[in-house]
């Protein structure tokens, strides 16, 4: 079992790079990174520190996954006091099975972040390795280099225990046998129904009914206090008209893009590392190394003999297309330095010593000025926007603190005011589906002394403000207003006891050993049979089926059941046929994802169970 889990911990790991993208609506976490607690231990893991800042890292770097992954929501329902907990509880469990990966020998070569750093989209401009945006994006994180590595490291590591652990569980012949039979199992079924549509046409209801349900639920009939809002909103959209790009600047953009373009032209890298303890023998074997180049010996024939890194000297020391800018500057530069067939100097660096030939080195695609013009004028209008965006919204908060009606701050900063539709506490539609707008309009300086809400953040680059313009008490509506609703919802109560006693005098029959197309045809209603029906999909109603499918399978056939659909129908059904799947009569490609499916969620079920007795196991101090 041991040497099973150590081979499947073999290959690639699976991760997640975090989202870096701060968005305007967290504006200000640059203080959670600030402050003498910051590098406080919070969390305690078998005697291995967690610090505030890595919490506090996390619950950022999750607050920007759930504004990005739901458009619309409000940054103010984003609660620390409630995300910090589920934040520690997943650091926790990285933690301890990071330790676990390390206890049994596991790690992450170099070359395998450098691939990963050259490869990911957030840090590449026009689809190329760019070190400046690199390292913008780990100050966005607030990371360094070493840190960033380490964050990644372990998702590697978690990822390849992960691996390891749900490759060691095994799915027999006689599983899959039962699944199939499970899973492609057919039914066959009849059934009638008892339309509650039918029904309601017979049903009468007196005034006197009416009357008398109003006065003994009148309380269900009150409205809850609403507000009509006026509301402006700023966002950066509203700005771009105001600013003005230079042709300069646009020239200015488009040179400095060409550059980076140039700069990130990937070129095809091979090296020799020298990476022994010992130093004499490093150099020893860099004098042998270089002698034979000297020689005519070939690079890749050299790096297959002498060179230290196993990932790859039998490749000949290829490390295929790179962009140097993925690797420490110093490597980087040499790279940049050398010409197609060169071999540099001997380069000292963390891991070693390092003889480079630049093998191959591929031309840039580029663009004419023309071309980016366009995109580059509309970047650098957003980018102006959103450099006067701060400013604008300190206007907008100062010209509506004491202003009578926000006509005059829409005029003075040329916005547009806009009205909302009525909307309780319980919010609306359009702006009053924010909760953080819905609080700044039933606040009390708001809702009953009449000023303008201060600045409200809606999301990125874009904020509102708000004013009353009507509070809507709470009352009772009108028997008139209300009637037809209580017409319609006795007119149904009645219908649906009429059908449910029809409904259940003809299950009862049904039970007695009745036929369901005879018995429906008797009382002249609609009845269908559905032959070999799968559990899922096809075109017979849902919620028949899966009644149908909740019957045991072993029952006595025909077995016979009712029930009330939620359309207030009776349906009235008898199971007759239940055929097993087979699982020899699968194709191929449908056998194998039913094998890979049981063995995704038996990997599922082995990891988690694994994962939850590590941190049962774990002694864990400080947790919120």
Do not use: C
């Amino acid at each position: 079992m041991l040497q099973e889990f150590r081979d499947n911990l073999k290959g690639t790991a699976v991760f997640i790079v975090v989202l870096i993208s701060i968005p305007f609506a967290l504006v200000g976490i640059d203080q959670i990174f600030l402050g003498g607690s910051a590098g406080q231990s919070e969390l305690s893991v078998n005697g291995e520190d967690i610090t505030q800042l890595e919490v506090d890292r996390a619950l950022l770097r999750h607050k920007q996954q759930l504004l990005s992954q739901y458009e619309n929501l409000d940054p103010a329902v984003l609660d620390d006091e409630l995300l910090r907990k589920p934040v520690q509880l997943r650091l926790i469990r990285q933690k301890v099975m990071s330790q676990r990966a390390m206890e049994v020998g596991m790690g992450v070569g170099k070359t395998v972040f450098s691939d990963m750093l050259k490869n990911e989209s957030s840090f590449q401009i026009n689809g190329r390795f760019d070190r400046d945006a690199y390292e913008f994006a780990l100050r966005q994180m607030g990371h360094t280099q070493n840190s960033y590595y380490a964050a990644l490291k372990d998702s590697m590591l978690i990822s390849q225990t992960a691996s390891g652990v749900a490759g060691t569980g095994i799915v027999t012949q006689q599983e899959v046998k039962l699944t199939a039979e499970l899973i492609e199992q057919k039914r066959d079924y009849y059934y009638l129904t008892v339309p509650i549509a039918d029904l309601r046409k017979s049903v009468t209801i007196e005034e006197a009914q009416v009357e008398e349900y109003y006065q003994l639920h009148m309380s269900d009939f009150e409205t809850e206090e609403q507000v009509i809002i006026d509301y402006l909103e700023l966002a950066v959209d509203n700005l771009i008209a105001s600013v003005i790009v230079e042709e300069e600047m646009i020239r200015e953009q488009f040179d400095s893009e060409l550059d980076d373009l140039l700069d990130s032209a990937r070129s095809r890298v091979e090296h020799i590392l020298f990476a022994n303890e010992d130093a004499a023998i490093n150099a020893q074997r860099l004098g042998e190394v270089q002698s034979k180049l000297k020689e005519g010996a070939l690079f890749g024939d050299l790096a297959r003999n002498y060179s230290d890194d196993m990932g790859s000297a039998n490749l000949g020391g290829d490390l295929g297309f790179i962009d140097a800018a993925a690797f420490p500057q110093a490597f980087s530069d040499t790279v940049a330095s050398l010409e197609v067939g060169e071999v540099s100097a001997p380069l000292a660096t963390d891991s070693g010593i390092h003889l480079i030939h630049l093998a191959e080195k591929e031309s840039a695609d580029l663009p004419t000025y023309e071309q980016q013009r366009g995109r580059i004028r509309d970047l650098l209008e957003r980018q102006l926007a959103e450099q006067l965006l701060p400013e604008k919204i300190d206007q907008l908060r100062e010209l509506a603190y004491n202003a009578e009606s926000l006509s005059e701050v829409a005029g003075e900063m040329e916005l547009v005011v806009k009205t909302s539709a009525p909307f309780s506490r319980d919010g609306g539609e359009e702006i009053a589906a924010y909760p953080s707008v819905v609080s700044a309009a039933f606040d009390v300086e708001v809702a009953r002394e009449g000023h303008a809400s201060d600045v409200i953040e809606l999301g990125a680059n874009r904020v509102a403000i708000v004013k009353l313009r009507e509070l809507l008490p709470v009352r009772t509506l009108s028997l008139d207003t209300v009637r037809q609703e209580i017409m319609e919802s006795l007119t149904m109560r009645e219908a649906s006891l009429i059908v449910n006693k029809k409904g259940s005098d003809l299950l009862a029959q049904a039970l007695a050993g009745g036929n369901i197309e005879e018995l429906a045809k008797q009382q002249g209603l609609p009845w269908q049979v559905s032959i070999d029906t799968r559990r899922f999909g096809g075109i017979v109603d849902g919620a028949i089926r899966n009644q149908a499918f909740t019957l045991p399978a072993r029952s006595v056939l025909p077995r016979v059941t009712g029930f009330q659909s939620d359309s207030g129908d009776y349906i009235v059904l008898s199971l007759t046929r239940v055929t097993p799947g087979d699982l020899d009569k699968l194709a191929v490609v449908q056998r194998d994802n039913l094998l890979g499916s049981i063995r995704e969620n038996l990997g599922r079920r082995e990891f988690g169970s694994y994962e939850a007795s590590l941190v049962s196991d774990a002694d864990i101090e400080g947790l919120y």
